[in-house]
């Protein structure tokens, strides 16, 4: 398929959004100023953008810890405050949690995110609850839960997709198979190298799509969104896609394999030739766009030093819903 | 407050009551677990409650734990009321991560975003041969879970008013079910009330020794005061009610008064209950003490299969009389 100029430019825009935001995340990270882990989506950008034009603030996501993209994009998109995003890893008092959660539990209800679990997958349960209450409510909504190929490991995987399948409720399942869980290649770790053979069992429509072409995903996530809210139950997309990040030690994929994505099957890079190929755009108009991003990104990582750290005795609140910590 | 009038009734039909009032106060209220539907759950509190409220309210699910407690947790998130069965507490292994790194942190590490208004009622507790997976006290395995609430009645008008309670607390609580004290009956208030959460109760008042108790214990606990009065001791029996967090205040104030302690719990000794208490009285009351804190705990064993080998390593009434025997001394 072939996307207008003007939806594949935003796309274009927004995909380099998240792939800035890591880069300098990654750059403040190195430099100390960061605590905590860092995973990045570099490489996946175009799953996280699709996902994230599609989504609307009334549903619901829950990000994986590859996802400070898809969270800026939403923070962003719904509140024009994608720097408090970014603030959160940073730990301060105006991050979207106020410094609680960090990289792996950003949330924020109003621009539809419900929060990273850094056990990895363990939404795969609670999605489930939230597609239940519009299902029960009568709400024409979609519950997305977006999961490594890694995490699919878990016994959730299982209970899940059966209790969707068998409530029919409206769960998207975004599948990002990158090829690895940390070290372990998918093909290894599972039965199957395409997560779909696992998934198609339950009986509901499973998907490859090719996460790096972002018309591709684009047309997909818009192909399964409209299938769960027509109340057609749930749908199961796998994103074939690489991760940019090697393992905290380092590099451990082979150089072939390595030069293959990062120079062949850079998301960005073909999103580029697709634009300039419909002729409308220059590779100058390109650049001033990547320029005006990574300057936002850098206001915002600027705005994250600049803002407070959280008050020390906050620690304490929101244990219980209306009561204190006593010991 | 005008006194209700009250009827005799068993646990379990006390619990069935707390629940059709539930459900039919609030349309958010609804319960999920397995063969709750019509079957009305393994032993019978759901009764009748399918018939009445139907299958979307009413939802039989697959032995799936962990998505059990995902979807009640989710569903709470945006507003909703469940109330999930987990047959036997001793499966709640299945769905720990979801209760403990999910409900009880979803409030917190959200920065009050979410809330996780979650009851998962769970039947507990041993004595009639149920063996190591069908009969284990599992207080403890929460107990060292900040934003979970344990709630564990002993009485069938508590465990009305307690549900209640629970079902309308905005914290996710899990709600421990003594599986010998489902067949007791007592007094039950008809209607709507609610039993305070975090509030001990006392169940018999005394002077010379407090004996902190739960569940089955407390029952336990009054029938080794009623023997210990022939003999001129005057127990206190407190009824815990709320395990986490607990009413400290009730329980400092009755061993101040009474200078003696002992606390009883079914689950094993170490790590558990009994030892939180009985640091938590040393701590405040060291200065009031006439003698150390005592605990009446199962012994450090899986749950055997046979009865005497499971009688053998439970508490019961002449545990807790020992137990107050080695205070008195
Ligand atoms: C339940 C659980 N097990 C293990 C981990 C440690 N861990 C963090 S990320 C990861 C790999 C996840 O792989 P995948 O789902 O493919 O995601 P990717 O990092 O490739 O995007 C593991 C094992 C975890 N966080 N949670
Ligand atoms: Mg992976």
Known sequence: ?327 | MTQATTRTRTFVQALNEALDIAMARDPNVYMLGEDIGEMGGDFGVTRGLWAKYGDARVRDTPLSEAAIIGASVGSAMLGMRPVAEIMFADFIGECYDQLVNNAAKMHYMFDGQFKAPIVVRTACGGGFGGGPHHSQSVEGWFLNVPGIVLVAPSTPADAKGLLLASIENDNPVIFLEHKALYRIKGEVPEGYYTTPLRKAAVARAGSDVTVVATMKLVHEALAAAAELEKEGVSVEVIDLRTIRPYDAETVLESVRKTGRAVVANEAPKIGGLAAELSATIGEECFHDLKAPVARVAGLDTPIPFSLVLEKYILPGKEEVIAGIRSVMK
Request: hydrophobic share 40%.
């Open chain 1, 1 to 327: 398929m072939t996307l207008d100029i003007e939806t594949l430019v935003d796309l274009y825009r927004d995909m380099w959004l998240i792939r800035a935001f890591e880069f300098g995340l990654e750059r403040e990270f190195k430099k100390g100023n960061v605590p905590g882990m860092l995973h990045t989506g570099v490489g996946q950008e175009a799953t996280q953008a699709a996902l994230a034009a599609h989504l609307q603030a009334s549903d619901a996501f829950f990000p994986d810890h590859r996802c400070h993209g898809i969270n800026a994009l939403a923070q962003e998109k719904h509140q024009g405050d994608g720097e408090r995003i970014m603030a959160e890893l940073f730990g301060r008092a105006t991050g979207v949690c106020s410094g609680k959660g960090g990289s792996l539990h950003s949330a924020n209800p109003k621009v539809g995110n419900f929060g990273d679990n850094a056990v990895e997958g363990s939404y795969m349960a609670t999605v489930l609850g939230v597609a239940l209450a519009y299902q029960m409510r009568g709400q024409p909504n979609v519950a997305c839960c977006i999961i490594g190929d890694g995490t699919v490991g878990r016994g959730e995987f299982h209970e899940s997709l059966n209790m969707a399948a068998i409530w029919k409720l409206p769960v998207l399942y975004a599948c990002v198979n990158n090829g690895y869980a940390i070290s372990m290649p998918v093909g290894k770790g599972h039965a199957s190298a395409d997560i779909v053979d696992l998934a198609r069992g339950y009986g509901f429509p499973c998907e490859i799509v090719d996460g790096n072409d972002i018309e591709a995903a684009y047309d997909a996530v818009q192909r399964a969104i409209a299938h769960i809210r027509a109340g057609n139950g749930p749908y199961f997309l796998e994103f074939k896609t690489w991760r940019w990040q090697g393992l905290f030690s380092g590099e451990f994929r082979s150089p072939e394999e390595v030069k293959y994505w990062k120079e062949d099957r850079d998301p960005l890079k073909l999103a580029r030739e697709k634009i300039l190929a419909q002729g409308k755009l220059s590779a100058e108009d390109l650049e001033r766009i990547e320029a005006e991003v990574k300057a936002e990104i850098e206001a915002w990582i600027d705005f994250a030093k600049a803002s407070p750290m959280p008050d020390p005795a906050k620690a304490t609140a929101d244990v219980y819903v209306g009561w204190e910590v006593t010991a």
